[in-house]
Structures are given as C-alpha cells and as structure tokens.
C-alpha cells in the first residue's frame, strides 16, 4: 500500500489489490484437492440439471408405457424404465428439483429460525436463555427422523409439509450455534459502543450481531442441507412424504424396492443420484471447513 | 459424582414428562378429525359419534391429557387403534428386536471405525489413507436405506448368504444373529464412517502431543504407546461421536427395518403412522425418546470410566 | 472539584453498581454483593478534564460505564447538566446520548469488523436523524476522519485494515459523530505503543480545545494522566480516596495510596532520589468488604481506627479532599516517620 496524493485513487488500486487476491487464493486451493474441483462441477451439473430439467430429460416423466415396462437401459432410456414404463433417468433428474429444493428450503427454514431465536436468546440472556436452551437440548435429544415422522403424521404428507417438518426439526442445532458466537460477540466493546450511540436493539441484533455470526455458520448450513436431502429421500422412502407420480429420488427408490427382484437398477440409480449430491455437498463443506480456519490447524489433514 | 448420575437419573423422569407433553400437545392440537381419517371420508355420523366417544376426543383436552399421563404411569398404554391390542403388548414385543439392533450396530461401528481410523492416522498420507477417507466420505453420505439396500442385494439376494426379511426366532441365538448381521451392518457401516473420520483426526492430533514423545523415549513398545496414551485421549471425542450418531441410529432402525421388513420398534411406529394409529404412535416416539436419554446417561457414564479426570460437579 | 454551581456538566452523587455474586454449594449458599463502585461523587466543569486513576479492578471502568448509563447504576445521582440520567427513560435516554460518548480501551474489538469506517461512523449520524441524506453524511464522515488525522480516502475500508492507533482515532471520530459535549475515554491508549499513545493523547488534547469537549479519562497510568488532567481523582476498591487538582495530586498527595502510586513513576533524574513505596499485603475482595477502610490491608500507615471505621472525606482545601482517618492530622507524620524507620 502506497502513500498516493490522491486518496480516491488510491481506493482503487486497494480494492483491486484484494479482489486479486481472493481470486488467486480460490484457485491455488482448486488445484491443490482436485476433488474438491470436481464435487463443485458435480454439484453445478446437479443444480442445473434440477433448474432445466424441462430442458435436459429425455422424456415426460410422468409419461407411461406399459409395453416398456422394467426394461435395464436401451431403447433411448439411458438408465432403464421403471415399473409403469417411466423413463428412469428423466425422473431422476426431476426428483433432483425436489430433492434438492427441499434440501435447500428446509435447510434454509431452519437456518433462519434457528439462528434468530439463538442470537435473540443470547442477546437477551438471562432466564429466557435458559429455558430455551432447556427445551433445545431436549428437542435435540430427539432423533431427527423421528421428529420429522411425527410432524407428518400430523400434518400430512406434502411437498410444503415436509419441507416444514424438516426445518423445524433441524432449527434447535442452529439455535444452540448461534448462540455461541453471539456470547463471545457480546462482550465486544462494539456492541457497548452501538448502544452508547443509542442504537436501537433491532439495529443492533440485526446489523452488528448477525453479520457477525453468520460466517461462522456458512460451513454447517452447508453440511445441513446434504443432512436434509438425506431426511427428504427417508422421508418419501418410507412413503410419508411427496407421494409418486411426483419423483422425488426417495420414492423412485421406494417404488424401486418394490421390484427389487426384477429391477434392482431403480433403486441403485436413485440411491446413486442421492449419494452423488450428497457426497458433493459433504466435500464442498469440508473444503469451506479447512478455508475457514487455515490458521487452526497446520496442514490439511 | 456419583450425586451427579443420580441426579440425571431422576431427570429422565421431568425429561419424559416432557416429550409426553410435546407428542400428545402436536398429535392433539394440531387441527385435523383424527376419526375421519380413521374410518374414511364417508364415514356415517353414529360410527364417527361412536369412535369419538371410544377414544374420548370430546372430553376437554386437561381431562384426555391427565387420562393419558395416568394411563402411562399405570403402564397402560392404551389399545391399538388398527387391531386392538394392548400398545404395551406390542412394544414389547418388538423392543428386543430394536435393542438388538442397536447393540450390534453400535458395535460394528466401533469395532471396523476405531481400528480403521487409526491404520489411516498412522498410514498418513498413504494410498491406504486416501481410500479409507474416500470410503468414509461415501459412508457417511449415504441414506441408511440404500445402504441396506445394496446390501441386501449383494449379500442377501445374489449371494444368498443371509436372510432378507424378517428377525427371526427370537428364542433361537444363531437364527437372531443370522437375521441381524446385515441390518446391523447397513447402519453400522454408517457410524463406523464416522467413528473413522473422529479416530483419524483425533488421533493425528494426540500423536502430535508431547506426551507420546516421552513415552516412546521410555522405551515403551509402539503398540502400548499407541492404544495405552493415544487412543485413552482420542477416546472422548469419539464416544461424543457415537452419542450424536445414537439419535440418528434410532432414526435410522425406522428405515432399515422398513427395508428388511424387519420387526422392531421402527417399522411398528412407520406403520402406525400410515395408520394414524395415535396410541401406537404416541407410546413409541415416547419410548424412542426414552431410549435416546438414557442412552446419552449411559454414554456420559463411559466418559467418565475412560478419563477418570472428568469429574461432573 | 470547584463546587461554585457554574458550568457544572457532570455531577455525580454517590454512584452506586453492585453485582450480585453467587457464592459456592450446589443449592446456592446465597449470594453476595460485589461492590464495583461504592458511593463515588465529584464534580466536572466544562471544558475541563477529570483523570480517574486506579488499579486494574479498582472499579474505575465500571464508574465510567454507569455514568454513562451502558450499565445500570445500582444507586446514587448522576446529573448531567443539571439532569438524573438515571432516571431517564426510553427516547429521552437516548437523545441525550447523542451529547455524551465513549472512546474504548480495545483498538481491536471497539469496531465492528464487518462495516467499512464509513458505515461505523455514518450509521449513528443517520439513527439520530442528523442528516437527511447520505450525502451530507459521507461529507461529515470525512471531516471527521481529516479531524482526527486520517485520510478520508479511508471511508470504505474494513478496520483490520488499520493499525491500532489509526483504530483508535476512527473511534475517536465515532465518538465525535454526535457532537457530543461530554467524553469518557476508557483507557483509551493502554493498548498502544508508548509513541502512539503521545499521538492520541495530543489528538484528544487538541480535540478538547477546538471542540471545548468536557473529558473524564480513565487510566492506571499516571504518567498519562498527569499530562491531560485538570482535576484526578484515585480510585481504590469502589471509593473515590482522594481528589484534587493535578498540581494538588502530585505535589501533595495526601492518602498513602496516592504516594504509593506516585512513587512508582520513574523520575528521569538520576541525582533525584526517591524513595519506593511497595504495597504489601493482600488486596481485599470487593465482594462483602469488611468494615473499616478498604486500604487497612495494604496500607504502611495504619492504626486502629482505620479497622473500626470508615474513614470520611476530609477537606485539605477547596478542591482538594481525601478519604483517610490519618490525612491531615498530626498523626499523620508521626506514622510516617515510624514506617520509615
């Protein structure tokens, strides 16, 4: 950084300084863990694939042709037909747009709910704090399916449902992982000086605290939403959730089991398509997970 | 200390209370005629009258509620709404199934996880390394039903080398252990992903410690040294691994025992819920909870038999 | 302290903050009172500055905090032109806040490291409804920061891009950005290194003089505190001991912990000698402080009323008032001559 007369030039040239280096960093480590290269192009194909499915599936996929029923890849189905003569392949990549945005919106749901209520609950501390974090500890102590299978049972098996069921069940773990940021946030002399200069609690919650809190979540809310898509597919799995013709890759694997014998493909490519974004998401997370803290530990291990 | 345990004990009971209330509170409060959906859509007035007088839903909620915490503490847990039957009956009869497989799960897990971990810790950067991290990743991203699944398939229907449906004799040993193996396996092969993750990076950590150093200087055998100090310190965080896993175990006995048609406490709550068999539902996600504290005491008990210096005050 | 009545911005009466401490057991065995702050009072003028000087722990931090108002008081009056801000509430607290603020210790954790310094010092401007655009704003923003001697060039840069002296001065501007009359500076070049803390110190002095600011400035460190003070006042476990003008302070301390601190200041002046005072004894918990004065533990001059009772405030002049049962009594040399000895 040099000393330039003019100070808006000198702005310049610093913000280009920096963009630069961020830049060359995420390549250098792209090229260190190749893997980490090809689950980002993974995840992207996924993505896109989900988003112009229209576009990309071979066929309808609610389209039924009995004549083709049960059929192992040939005859234009690049990965078979499953028990009604449906393309399997076009399914799967519409199950993709459910899956994954049901990962996505539930992850998303409990990401917001959970991590307002632990910030405002550390914020407030006191016995408020603790009674919520009496009734988290124990909501956490209940198996997530479980929770899930329960509030669908209650509420009945559809797409909003279960996105609901999951983000709830999932809330409690971003309520306790906000919170703990936000204590060590709190005793920071800038939270003194935002309510000296009379900021008012809102702004203070809203715009000091959670900006400041949020980084360390970036890593779990990725982690969370491969968690979810696996608690979608159960979900449909055990036929509680977005129930067929809709696919979504849980119930093309239940369908799938059903002709286990005769076609075991439906259920592998399903349970394949599942472990691929899953896994993606898993390695993605883990690479955020090494970036953010570098410092912590002297090598990747 | 042991003021500690006893204390948590007690609190299982306040803990139970409170799940009871929750499940009955979601299964009651929420809106929806739970008879309608019982008796069908088309169902005549006197047969929805009828029902509703049986199951009591007009009572007022503080009175349905307090029947239902009294019926537990009499360990009546009502009757099943699909066949009638005593819930408590049929809990029963299932548990030993569910136990079963969660034991050997756990087991499985632990015994393939914790070795696996350390061969990839001291194999560091190895060929060996790279795999068994590659395959820990593909384990702990996949759903415990396909898992079970491809098992299934591979070992069960090609192989033919275990059986795929059912639990077996229960009175008989080898018939329970020849039922369990690959269920356990299709869940265990899940935790001991995980366990393998913990082990590997707790162990990298502790072998790095000054403490190892010393006692390889004294001339210890590297295996004493290994298991004795490394792995005693490695231990805690590993064991927090299985706890948190234990939830997701119990979760994942729903799935596998769907898969296997295997009778346990999974598939009787999944059919109850298609069911809407309140009762069933009611006293089994009870259970479940149960279990999961119960569990989670018994493990922070094992904390303090590995590392007698946690001391709970 | 003058007590004339004329242009008396701050004045404090027997401030109280106490916090309540859990004692042991399992059930609770009660709780006792940590006395922070135990009945302080002095008077500010305008324009003027009061040094605040004591210990780590001494309970000078907390005084600054409540007067203030970010802690609440637990007693007293804290009148600042001429009105209880303890008693204020809501809206009324907070317009007054915009006249009184507070420069931090910690150059590293007084800024929010997520917000540019353009939006640390914009952000109260706009809240208190003191400009009407984000125009004028930025334009105030950098005058501010010419003022304290930064570029202006530096609006949109984060604050670990900074050194800690360059963090200290944007605090500064912070603090300026309300225009307010009255400044706490808590400790405000503790953490810097010895040359910057000159820098900062010039910075606030001038500051004082363009902007006729009022400054209370709490230290440990007397050397700095000398420099900027008009009035000081030493604080010891929640009381104010002695309070004085700064002349009155270093020339004749009166309360052996005054002389104890002063004779800790290396005097550059090898033919000068002087002689030590180095506190023994255990300092006393501020929780349930025993009766008597606070100071009996440590102190080399002690008789036995200091174990009985609490001293009161003694005047030795006008401004000049200590807290010991020995100051201004013969008894006072007397002692002091048989601890020499």
Same mark, same amino acid.
């Given at each position: 950084m040099s000393d330039i007369?003019?100070?808006?030039? +000198?702005?310049?040239?610093?913000?280009?300084?920096?963009?630069? #280096?961020? %830049?060359?960093?995420?390549?250098?480590?792209?090229?260190?863990?190749?893997?980490? #290269?090809?689950?980002?192009?993974?995840?992207?194909?996924?993505? %896109?694939m989900a988003v112009f499915a229209p576009w990309v599936a071979p066929f309808d996929p609610y389209q039924q042709d009995f004549v083709k029923r049960l059929q192992p890849s040939g005859g234009g189905h690049l990965l078979g037909t499953d028990a009604f003569g449906r393309d399997l392949l076009s399914r799967i990549i519409y199950g993709a747009r459910i899956s994954l945005a049901v990962g996505l919106m539930a992850t998303g749901l409990a990401a917001l709910i959970g991590t307002v209520l632990g910030i405002?609950? +550390?914020?407030? #501390?006191?016995? %408020?704090?603790?009674?919520?974090?009496?009734?988290?500890?124990?909501?956490?102590? %209940?198996?997530?399916?479980?929770?899930c299978l329960l509030l669908v049972a209650t509420l009945g098996s559809s797409l909003q449902n279960v996105v609901l069921a999951i983000g709830i069940a999932m809330a409690p773990r971003f309520v306790r992982l906000a919170r703990a940021p936000t204590l060590s946030i709190k005793e920071m002399e800038y939270m003194e000086a935002a309510r000296a200069l009379g900021l008012p609690h809102y702004r203070i919650v809203f715009f000091h605290v959670l900006p400041n809190v949020i980084g360390s979540l970036i890593v779990v809310i990725t982690l969370?939403?491969? +968690?979810?898509?696996?608690?979608?597919?159960?979900?449909?799995?055990? #036929?509680?959730g977005v129930a067929p013709p809709v696919a979504t890759w849980g119930n093309i694997l239940q369908e799938g089991v059903g002709q286990l014998r005769n076609a075991?493909?439906?259920?592998?490519?399903?349970?394949?398509?599942?472990?691929?974004?899953?896994?993606?998401?898993?390695?993605?997370?883990?690479?955020?997970?090494?970036?953010?803290?570098?410092k912590l530990k002297g090598e990747k291990r | 200390m042991l003021k500690y345990f006893i204390r948590r004990f007690i609190l299982l009971i306040p803990i139970v209370f409170f799940v009871m209330t929750v499940v009955f509170f979601v299964m009651h409060v929420i809106p929806g005629d739970p008879t309608y959906v019982m008796l069908g859509e088309n169902a005549s007035p006197e047969a929805v009258q009828e029902l509703r007088k049986n199951l009591k839903l007009d009572d007022p909620l503080w009175l349905q509620y307090t029947d239902f915490i009294k019926g537990f503490l009499e360990l009546d847990l009502g009757k099943s709404i699909q066949n009638g039957m005593p819930v408590t009956k049929l809990i029963a009869r299932v548990f030993p199934y569910t136990l079963d497989l969660t034991v050997v799960s756990t087991i499985f897990g632990t015994a393939i996880g914790i070795p696996l971990g350390?061969?990839?810790?001291?194999?560091?950067?190895?060929?060996?390394?790279?795999?068994?991290?590659?395959?820990?990743?593909?384990?702990?991203?996949?759903?415990?039903?396909?898992?079970?699944?491809?098992?299934?398939?591979?070992?069960?229907?090609?192989?033919?080398?275990?059986?795929?449906?059912?639990?077996?004799?229960?009175?008989?040993?080898?018939?329970?252990?020849?039922?369990?193996?690959?269920?356990s396996l299709s869940m265990g092969l899940i935790l001991a992903a995980y366990v393998m993750r913990m082990t590997r990076s707790c162990m990298l950590e502790v072998i790095r410690e000054d403490y190892m150093r010393t006692a390889r200087a004294k001339g210890l055998g590297e295996a004493v040294v290994i298991y004795k100090h490394g792995l005693r310190n490695a231990l805690i965080p590993i064991v927090t691994v299985i706890a948190n896993y234990m939830g997701h175990m119990l979760g994942g006995a729903v799935l596998i025992e769907t898969v296997y048609s295997r009778p346990g406490m999974g598939k009787l709550l999944v059919d109850a819920i298609m069911a809407r068999d309140y009762p069933v539902v009611q006293a089994t996600i009870i259970v479940f909870a149960f279990m999961v504290a119960l569990i989670n005491l018994i493990l922070d008990l094992v904390y303090t038999i590995i590392n007698p210096r946690i001391k709970y005050n | 302290?003058?007590?004339?009545?004329?242009?008396?911005?701050?004045?404090?009466?027997?401030?109280?903050?106490?916090?309540?401490?859990?004692?042991?057991?399992?059930?609770?065995?009660?709780?006792?009172?940590?006395?922070?702050?135990?009945?302080?009072?002095?008077?500010?003028?305008?324009?003027?500055?009061?040094?605040?000087?004591?210990?780590?722990?001494?309970?000078?931090?907390?005084?600054?905090?409540?007067?203030?108002?970010?802690?609440?008081?637990?007693?007293?009056?804290?009148?600042?032109?001429?009105?209880?801000?303890?008693?204020?509430?809501?809206?009324?607290?907070?317009?007054?806040?915009?006249?009184?603020?507070i420069v931090f210790q910690d150059p590293y954790a007084s800024l929010n490291p997520r917000r540019t310094v353009g939006q640390t010092i914009t952000e109260p401007m706009m809240q208190h409804r003191i400009f009407r655009n984000k125009e004028s704003a930025k334009k105030r923003?950098?005058?501010?920061?010419?003022?304290?001697?930064?570029?202006?060039?530096?609006?949109?840069?984060?604050?670990?891009?900074?050194?800690?002296?360059?963090?200290?001065?944007?605090?500064?501007?912070?603090?300026?950005?309300l225009n307010p009359g009255f400044l706490v500076c808590d400790e405000p070049v503790s953490a810097l290194d010895v040359s910057i803390q000159a820098q900062i110190i010039n910075l606030l002095e001038d500051l004082q003089k363009e902007l006729g600011l009022t400054y209370m400035f709490i230290s440990h460190d007397l050397k700095v505190v000398r420099h900027i003070s008009d009035h000081i006042g030493i604080m010891y476990l929640g009381k104010i001991v002695e309070t004085g003008t700064t002349r009155e302070i270093y020339d004749s301390p009166q309360h052996p912990y005054t002389k104890a601190l002063l004779s800790a200041i290396p005097v550059p002046d090898p033919t000068r000698k002087t002689v030590r005072i180095i506190l023994t004894g255990d300092v006393p918990s501020p929780v349930d402080p025993p009766p008597g004065c606070r100071f009996q533990s440590r102190c080399y001059i002690k008789e036995k009323i200091c174990r009985d009772e609490d001293p009161v405030i003694k005047n030795i002049t006008a401004?000049?008032?200590?807290?010991?049962?020995?100051?201004?009594?013969?008894?006072?040399?007397?002692?002091?001559?048989?601890?020499?000895?």
């Open positions: 007369q003019n100070p808006v030039l +000198a702005e310049v040239l610093h913000k280009e300084e920096i963009k630069e #280096g961020y %830049f060359k960093l995420a390549l250098s480590n792209l090229r260190k863990y190749p893997l980490v #290269g090809i689950s980002l192009l993974v995840l992207f194909s996924l993505v %896109f405002i609950s +550390a914020y407030v #501390g006191g016995r %408020f704090d603790g009674i919520m974090m009496g009734i988290v500890d124990i909501l956490m102590a %209940f198996p997530m399916l479980l929770f969370q939403v491969a +968690a979810a898509i696996i608690a979608e597919a159960s979900i449909s799995f055990l #036929g509680l075991p493909w439906i259920s592998i490519y399903a349970g394949t398509a599942i472990v691929l974004a899953v896994l993606s998401i898993n390695i993605v997370g883990d690479a955020l997970r090494d970036i953010m803290d570098p | 350390i061969l990839s810790a001291l194999k560091r950067n190895t060929l060996f390394d790279s795999m068994s991290r590659v395959i820990s990743l593909v384990g702990i991203s996949a759903p415990p039903f396909f898992l079970g699944i491809c098992l299934l398939l591979v070992m069960g229907y090609y192989l033919g080398l275990f059986p795929i449906v059912g639990g077996g004799d229960q009175g008989n040993i080898l018939e329970r252990l020849h039922y369990m193996v690959l269920p | 302290m003058d007590n004339q009545g004329k242009d008396v911005m701050l004045r404090v009466r027997d401030l109280k903050k106490y916090f309540p401490v859990k004692k042991g057991g399992f059930f609770g065995g009660g709780t006792a009172l940590l006395k922070a702050v135990d009945g302080i009072s002095f008077d500010l003028c305008k324009g003027k500055t009061m040094g605040l000087v004591g210990e780590s722990g001494c309970g000078k931090t907390t005084a600054g905090r409540a007067i203030l108002r970010l802690i609440e008081p637990s007693g007293g009056e804290v009148l600042f032109e001429g009105r209880d801000l303890a008693r204020l509430k809501g809206s009324e607290l907070t317009k007054m806040r915009s006249k009184m603020q923003v950098r005058e501010l920061l010419e003022v304290v001697g930064m570029s202006a060039g530096y609006m949109d840069r984060y604050p670990h891009e900074f050194s800690g002296g360059q963090r200290q001065r944007i605090g500064i501007a912070r603090a300026l950005a401004t000049h008032r200590v807290m010991c049962h020995l100051a201004v009594s013969t008894g006072l040399e007397a002692a002091e001559a048989r601890r020499v000895q």
